[in-house]
């Protein structure tokens, strides 16, 4: 047992440096076209086997290795029976003649009436195509009915330069149709055919993935999203810097009349921020918690820096997410260390004991309720026999891979956390009981706050969100990186001034409980994000059944949850380092 999963991880391994080794032919090569999924149109998670539906069926199926990303992204490659040999040309070859039976038929049906799609990949070229099309005729008493058509030709057209591939078309003949409609025959006769054709290209092959990056991007969407996203950033930032101006005025009048109280202390007036300075560095109940949360949003936004980093030097393929989860997963399990090193660290700082149970607490607190939700998709994806359920292979990779790579390397992190010798370092020394916190108006208290807080950073990035759901969760193509990280940068920076904000008008209020309310309302942004996942649901796309609804919402979920501890961290540091310096300006006795 031990041994086969050594063996699959070397071949994962394997797998991800040897890909995609040969791309040159001579003339009469086979090269294989690889079947990959077809699935509803409209519902992308949802994906099952070419060969679950009732085709021309391989002799033997031939599966391609594939990298961990790939299988996560629900890719299963079977080898198909197509001869697109390297430069031969075909005019009408029979893939094969078969009998459909009523079972295969039914099994047509579903697919044409839920607009199935199919993708192919030949020489790591991705194409794709309708299996069939659904007509809506008048008969005779002018009443609608429903044609289904199954597509039984597609032509390839087929660029080539000198001994490379670089360019393939699939098309399929509308005239060339079975006709499987309800009420029709139950059982058929179909014959398979296909036609090649090849044509030179003087484009080169590493400028051949070019065309799916601007795929769909025509020029003038480009501009209007270019138009769009500096329209709101600007917008943004300038509030932001009018609002920074405010505090920035409102703190030096502080420091003036702070000043000036102290040498004359006998008409000082006692309210302010000043008078919570025994109680703003007193630490949060539920420490170790807090500290958990902290450590693992700073893992995440190293992560995110990562990510965006590979992103900006071309390592993605739109088309390609196997690249993307592949990323992913790996530089989750070797940021884990941040997450056990700042809790750690954090929790020593702020006098914690419970070293076990803090570092139970970090490694699970994300991947606790990823693993939970990922049990319910697998179950769901496995009732429906889609390749979105990951195969028991996949998973024992991704649990060894957590074993002995993640979890490892949170204790080695916790472990140095909890050695650090750096101390907490509050200007002013805590009272021994908390002062207690005046009556507040309700805009003041948890809830409110953490809506004035998501406002602003998630009208940010709302335009943003329509390209990335319509990419992640539909078939549109992502690819300006640039723009993605400039506004993530901006969401980072109006996060932390926000929070900064409203810590300040709630240390004024001398509400001194700034600890987990800047951390919430720092992450409110997530909340917000997770009630546009329903609006983009519901009203922007035609997202349907039970398995794209469960995969859609459990793993946004967990985005949002990224997102929430992410931008907390941001949003508590950020705090962290304001409130350290306002209170080192003043004396506090
Ligand atoms: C594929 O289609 C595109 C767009 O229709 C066209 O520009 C290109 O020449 C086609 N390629 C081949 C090999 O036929």
């Known amino acids: 047992m031990a041994l086969r999963a050594v063996f699959v991880v070397a071949c994962l391994c394997l797998s991800l440096t040897a890909r995609g080794a040969k791309h040159s032919f001579t003339a009469g090569d086979k ?10 149109f409209s519902s992308p998670s949802e994906t099952y086997q070419y060969y679950d539906l009732p085709f021309c069926q391989p002799e033997n199926k031939d599966n391609k290795l594939l990298t961990l990303g790939e299988v996560v992204d629900g890719n299963r490659m079977v080898a198909t029976p197509y001869d697109l040999s390297f430069r031969v040309d075909k005019d009408k070859a029979t893939l094969c003649s078969r009998h459909l039976g ?27 195509g309708y299996v069939g099309k659904v007509e809506t005729i008048k008969d005779a008493d002018s009443k609608d009915t429903k044609k289904l058509f199954l597509f039984t030709h597609i032509h390839f057209d087929i660029a080539y330069n000198e001994d490379r591939i670089i360019e393939i ?9 079975a006709d499987l409609s309800e009420g029709g025959a139950e059982e058929q006769d179909v014959t398979f055919t296909y036609s090649v054709t090849w044509k030179s290209s003087l484009l080169s092959f590493d400028k051949r993935m070019d065309k799916y990056r601007k795929y769909q991007f025509l020029k003038q969407h ?40 102290d040498e004359d202390p006998d008409d000082a007036e006692e309210s302010g921020w000043k008078f919570v300075h025994g109680d703003v560095f007193r630490f949060p109940p ?11 949003g700073t893992q995440l936004l190293v992560l995110s820096f990562c990510v965006f980093g590979l992103a900006l030097v071309g390592a993605f393929y739109p088309y390609n997410r196997g690249a993307m989860f592949t990323a992913l997963i790996i530089l989750y399990a070797l940021t884990a260390g941040i997450s ?3 809790s750690a660290s954090y929790y020593r700082q702020m006098e914690g004991t ?26 769901v994806a496995i009732a429906y026999g889609s390749t979105a359920a990951l195969p028991f292979g996949t998973i024992v990779i991704i649990l060894l891979l957590w074993a002995l790579v993640t979890v490892p390397l949170t204790i080695v992190g916790g472990v140095l956390g909890k050695n650090t010798r750096t101390e907490f370092a509050a200007p002013c020394r805590t009272n021994k009981y908390p002062r207690e916190i005046p009556e507040l108006p309700w805009y003041r208290s948890v809830m409110p706050q953490m809506v004035m807080a998501g406002f602003l950073p998630f009208s940010a990035i709302y335009i943003e969100l329509y390209y990335i759901f319509a990419s992640v969760w539909g078939h549109k193509v992502y690819t300006i990186y640039s723009i993605l990280f400039i506004v993530f940068c901006i969401l980072c920076v109006v ?12 240390l004024a209020a001398e509400d001194h409980r700034w600890w987990w309310r800047s951390f919430l309302a720092g992450g409110s942004t997530g909340i917000f994000v997770y009630a546009y996942c329903f609006y983009y649901y519901l009203a922007r796309s035609d997202m349907n059944g039970l398995m794209q609804a469960t995969f859609y919402f459990g793993y946004n979920l967990m985005v949002c949850l990224g997102f929430f501890l992410l931008l907390g961290y941001i949003g508590w540091r950020s705090s962290l380092l304001f409130v350290r310096r306002i209170y080192r300006a003043i004396k506090c006795e």
């Open 31 to 40: 090269v294989t076209l690889w079947a990959n999924k077809v699935g509803p």
């Open 102 to 128: 009523v079972e295969d038929i039914k099994a047509f049906r579903t697919a044409l009436a839920k607009d199935y799609y199919f993708q192919f990949f030949y020489d790591d070229l991705p194409i794709w």
């Open 169 to 177: 078309n699939v098309s399929t003949d509308p005239t060339q149709v």
């Open 222 to 261: 480009l501009e209007i999203h270019w138009f769009s996203i500096i329209n709101s950033c600007v917008t943004v930032l300038l509030l932001t810097g009018f609002l920074a101006t405010i505090l920035m005025r409102v703190l030096k009048n502080d420091f003036v009349k702070y000043s000036r109280d």
């Open 286 to 296: 539920a420490r170790s918690l807090f500290c958990a949360l902290v450590g693992t």
């Open 340 to 342: 056990g090193y700042t």
């Open 354 to 379: 419970k070293w076990v149970g803090n570092l139970l607490l970090t490694s699970s607190i994300f991947c606790g309720p990823l693993f939970a939700i990922f049990c319910v998709n697998n179950t």
């Open 495 to 506: 996060t932390a001034f926000i929070t900064v904000a409203l810590t300040y008008f709630q």
